[in-house]
């Protein structure tokens, strides 16, 4: 298969290029040229997360470099699993994204990532430097994917003091082929630090470059997995479809949805869950698509003004009435987050991190408001990653599951950089 930019201004490519390329050359994102159509009846036999990822991924592969790597990369990407659970209101669910190595959804995309890039880098003589800036989970996510894979190393880039205690020390953990940078400065200029970087052709030719952020088709394409497996687990025990709420930040995890949707998978409706950043919610209300800059709240990793993937929906979906009609959208406050995660303990024993929360919320205002069938909310962190918001909203310690409390009990360590270009690209010569 190949692979098209959005903005129809790039040559059509390979799956291995456009995973290496990130960004297409016109600025836009890579889709596939094609989507391929996929029955229930196409799984069978296939169980486990990597066998349906590599059942579902196997169109987009196929005649690539990387085909006939990809069992093993589904194996070695998705070695942690994707738990749905029944929630303790009737026929609500939560799908579980939070057993990875980092306890945030974005493991599995980073992990993909990571497992087909240190296989195409197998050939090259040079070594690849993955230049990252995160608001917080991005940054470990790829960190731990790419921690000790041979010819590729990775600078992270956080802002000083505007992280978790918790997200700082993961970012931290890692040594070796991973060096973590925190900058004097916000989210914002480590970001324009990367960007310089991605651009700058004479540091380039001294130092290869690459970026890991969430427009990449290494990580979302292998969101659709827990998508495909979720839902033809429901399918095969209920016979029913599976309706989503997903909390909504960038679009990446939620647009992997919409594709397994429009793939054949067996999924209902899709709503989006925002934070208080709602420009979501207002097009899909009947406003124009209007991106702006960001306001903090409790779900940080939500913090997003501008969603990147947007441009993929307006590919599938050209007209506005079209795209509308597919999809709903709604916002939740800090207010309703903080009353959703205090009530949930109090009423259900449940404990939700602030972005699933957002999500639980909604699927409660669709109940509240008619909505029947079989409803999942997509849990994007576990809550123990979270715990100034969540512990005293509900008076006790969180419990840290283990593969967080081993990345917590290592020692960490952070350069710290100006937010000055020449600092940056000085460090990245010295790696
Ligand atoms: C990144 C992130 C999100 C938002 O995901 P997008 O793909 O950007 O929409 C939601 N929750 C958590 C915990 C995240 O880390």
New binding site residues.
């Given amino acids: 298969m190949n692979f098209v930019s959005t903005r129809g201004g790039a040559a059509p490519c390979t799956l291995s290029t456009a995973i290496a390329a990130g960004l297409a050359p016109d600025g836009g994102l890579y889709v596939p040229a094609e989507l391929p159509r996929l029955r229930v009846t196409d799984f069978d036999g296939c169980t486990s997360l990597p066998g349906i990822a590599e059942r579902l991924l196997q169109p987009f592969f196929a005649g690539d470099a990387l085909e006939p790597e990809l069992a093993a990369i589904c194996r070695e990407a998705f070695d942690f699993p994707a738990p749905l659970r029944a929630l303790a209101t009737p026929n609500d669910y939560i799908l579980e994204l939070f057993h990875g190595p980092t306890a945030?959804?974005?493991d599995f995309g980073a992990r993909f990532l990571a497992a087909c890039l240190s296989r195409l880098r197998r050939t090259q003589a040079r070594e690849l430097t993955i230049v990252v800036a995160t608001s917080?989970?991005?940054g470990a996510a790829v960190a731990a994917a790419f921690h000790g894979q041979p010819g590729l190393r990775v600078a992270v880039l956080y802002p000083d003091g505007r992280v978790s205690p918790r997200q700082a020390h993961q970012l931290g953990c890692f040594d070796g082929n991973i060096h973590t940078c925190k900058v004097s400065g916000s989210f914002d200029d480590c970001q324009a630090l990367v960007k310089q970087a991605l651009n700058d052709a004479a540091l380039q030719a001294q130092v290869p470059l690459s970026s890991a952020n969430?427009i990449s088709l290494g990580r979302l394409l292998p969101q659709m997995s827990y998508y495909a497996s979720s839902s033809l687990q429901h399918w095969r025990t209920h016979g029913r479809a599976l309706n989503v709420v997903i909390?909504?930040?960038?679009?990446?995890?939620?647009f992997a949805a919409i594709l397994a949707r429009a793939l054949g998978l067996p999924l209902g409706d899709v709503v989006l869950a925002t934070n208080a950043n709602d420009v979501l919610p207002q097009f899909f209300g009947g406003a124009g698509y209007a991106p702006r800059a960001s306001v903090a709240t409790l779900?940080n990793?939500?913090d997003?003004g501008a969603?990147s993937?947007f441009e993929r929906l307006r590919w599938l979906y050209p007209d506005d009435a079209g795209l509308r009609a597919a999809f709903r959208a709604a916002a939740v406050d800090d207010a309703a987050i903080r009353d959703t995660i205090a009530r949930r303990w109090r009423d259900h024993a449940e404990i939700h991190?602030p972005?699933t929360a957002t999500a639980v919320r909604v699927l409660e205002t669709l109940r509240r408001d008619g909505a029947d069938g079989d409803w999942c909310v997509v849990s994007?962190?576990h809550p123990a990653k979270f715990e100034s918001i969540v512990e005293p909203l509900i008076g006790r310690p969180v419990d840290v599951p283990p593969a967080l409390a081993e990345l917590l009990r290592r020692p960490a360590h952070a350069e710290p950089l100006a937010a000055d270009y020449a600092a940056f690209a000085q460090q990245l010569r010295e790696l």
Avoid: E, Q, Y
């Avoid at 930040?249 to 939620?254: E, P, T, V």
């Fill in positions: 945030a959804f974005k917080g989970d991005t969430s909390p909504t930040g960038n679009l990446g995890n939620a779900a990793a939500m997003v969603p993937n991190c972005h994007t962190a």
